[in-house]
């Protein structure tokens, strides 16, 4: 694994998924810079649900870095706003504190070890979502019986 910090993104439509997948020696300084860049993209509009593999990255943050960027994600997402993580081993404690931190502000988080259960589980997060958009748009007076 280089040092060299570097990160794909890709977007499925038409569900809005946004998959990115970070490669190299990840500071809180390219936290905050990238990950601002991404989360102005989620919020332009059309990202329903983010995945994030870190399965290449490695990470130097300390807890008060990990909180202090989850405050921030948190800040510019909507409360169940569904965000998965792909991860190794050696990134269970960088992302279960992230994810509690997320969790504690409405966002909806799940860790995978793979990327496709976690494909799988954000595309029913955005199916469950959208048919609960649907549910909602419909006229509660044409269920309505007279007596």
């Known amino acids: 694994m280089t040092g060299r910090f570097s990160y794909i993104t890709r977007i499925w439509e038409p569900a809005g998924l946004m998959y990115v997948r970070v490669f ?13 860049m991404l989360l102005d993209r989620v919020a332009s509009g059309g990202i329903n649900a983010v995945i994030f593999d870190y399965r ?11 909180g202090t960027l989850a405050g921030r994600v948190a800040s510019r997402l909507p409360a169940g706003f569904p965000v998965a993580y792909v991860l190794g081993r050696q990134h269970a404690g960088f992302v279960v504190t992230l994810m509690r931190s997320l969790a504690r502000k409405g966002i909806i988080t799940e860790p995978f070890a793979s990327h496709r259960p976690a494909i799988a589980w954000a595309n029913h997060q955005i199916a469950l979502t959208q048919a609960a958009a649907i ?3 419909e006229d509660p007076a044409l269920h309505a019986r007279s007596a």
């Open 24 to 36: 190299g020696v990840n500071r809180p300084d390219l936290s905050r810079d990238r990950g601002g």
């Open 56 to 66: 290449r990255m490695v990470y130097t943050h300390d807890t008060f870095q990990i």
């Open 135 to 137: 549910a909602s748009r």
